[in-house]
């Protein structure tokens, strides 16, 4: 997304984050109308434009909205927030295929909702930033896989050989509303913004079956857990709600007794323990079903370096072999079982003439090792461009080397500290 958040929108996030770090006690209030003031709402509207996606359960499109008019349509939006008259609408849930063959629900709310979810994800948003740890990487400015990958890389060439690889069972549908509203509780009391969280998150879900009939239900209200995967708000409290469990892990002091550090993105998570493994998964598992969240007994266990390897976010962690210098390590492949979409891309785009693998994230002394590696493959500014065959492409995108030029070439983050657990 390359639109420039409107300096308005700026100042105001730029005054919550600051309040918020500098007073990590302080509770908010006087957020819902910030939610529909016409320039947020209008750059959240944007935002949800340039992220496309398909209409909701009332099936109207962006180009519904064009043709009605959008500043008509915004300002009937913000009068309906004003007027403390709005209602979400049903959440369309879909299935998409996962790698594993199973299925993953997918919610799709309506424009409408997705822009007052925006809209009130931009005021939240900063607040929250500022307390979430330095072991949480997705969803948030300037942190990606990528980072997180690093950071196991760096823990596991450090002496935290004892891997706890952990797999949560249905985690966004399981997250428990009463707790994740205190969670939010604890740094917001405006009760108009609390309100219409508990909406989003109480709202019917519509599926449509083999034979096109459309079922609705409550299941979210009815058992009060779960926040609809697809929604723009979704992953902020899946972030706020996971925040409980590292702060949790820290406290009790599990993190300092076995030198084990989590690093969480989403619903994924590994402990890199030095010592002590068997009873980090001991812990973990306890602390999980304080949390009311289920482990998935079948993907968790413990690994054990170097003898045996583990998956985290579409890479392989474990003993590599280096030809050229003939020696073994510990570092990173991509995944068998998930080869990144973005290698086999970018394997096919070198074999063009005018092909080109673009590494954005990588700094040219990474660039030049990929360069050297590959024959018939030169660097040109941001781009890694040739003539080599496709079978050598392919097998290079794949090697250790390719993996361990991108993670090693990431830069060092400056984290921040947070000083209490709820």
Request: with cysteine.
């Amino acid at each position: 997304m390359s639109l420039t958040t409107p300096f308005s929108v700026q100042k105001l996030q730029t005054a919550l984050h600051a309040k918020a770090k500098e007073s990590p006690n302080f509770r908010f209030h006087a957020l819902y109308d910030k939610v529909y003031r016409k320039d947020i709402l209008a750059y959240a509207y944007e935002r949800c434009k340039a992220n496309g996606g398909a209409a909701g359960v009332d099936n109207q499109t962006f180009e519904n909205i064009e043709a009605y008019g959008k500043e008509r349509w915004l300002d009937e939006l913000a009068q309906e927030l004003k007027s403390r008259t709005y209602q979400p609408l049903p959440v369309r849930r879909v299935y998409i295929p996962k790698p594993d063959g199973k299925q993953r629900p997918l919610g799709i709310p309506t424009i409408r909702d997705r822009v007052v979810q925006t809209s009130a994800m931009l005021v939240l948003e900063p607040i929250f930033e500022a307390d979430l740890p330095k072991e949480q990487y997705a969803y948030r400015a300037d942190r990606s896989a990528l980072d997180a990958v690093q950071h196991v890389h760096k823990l596991i060439n450090t002496g935290h050989g004892q891997i706890v690889d952990a797999d949560l069972s249905s985690y966004f549908d399981s997250v428990p509303h009463a707790e994740l509203m205190r969670s939010v509780a604890r740094r917001v009391v405006d009760g108009a913004m609390l309100h219409l969280i508990k909406m989003w998150l109480e709202a019917p879900v519509e599926e449509t079956d083999e034979r096109g009939n459309k079922h609705r239900s409550t299941r979210n209200r009815d058992e009060g857990r779960g926040t609809p995967q697809g929604s723009p708000i979704s992953p902020l409290f899946s972030n706020l709600y996971m925040r409980r469990f590292v702060l949790g892990w820290k406290k009790l002091g599990h993190e300092e007794r076995w030198k084990a550090y989590i690093v969480n993105y989403a619903d994924d998570l590994v402990i890199c323990c030095r010592v002590g493994a068997e009873q980090a998964l001991y812990e973990m598992r306890a602390m999980m079903s304080k949390l009311k969240l289920t482990v998935n007994e079948k993907k968790t266990r413990v690994c054990y370096l170097p003898e045996e390897k583990f998956d985290f976010l579409g890479y392989t962690f474990g003993r590599c072999y280096s030809m050229r210098r003939g020696r073994v390590y510990l570092g990173t492949t991509p995944s068998k079982k998930r080869t990144s979409e973005e290698t086999r891309i970018g394997a096919r785009a070198i074999g063009t003439r005018a092909g080109a693998l673009r590494l954005r994230e990588i700094g040219s002394r990474a660039q030049r090792r990929v360069c050297s590696r590959l024959p018939g493959l030169s660097m040109s500014g941001t781009c890694l461009s040739g003539r080599a065959s496709a079978r050598s492409q392919a097998a290079f995108c794949r090697s250790a080397t390719f993996a361990n030029a991108i993670v090693s070439a990431a830069p060092p983050k400056v984290f921040t500290k947070v000083e209490c657990w709820a």
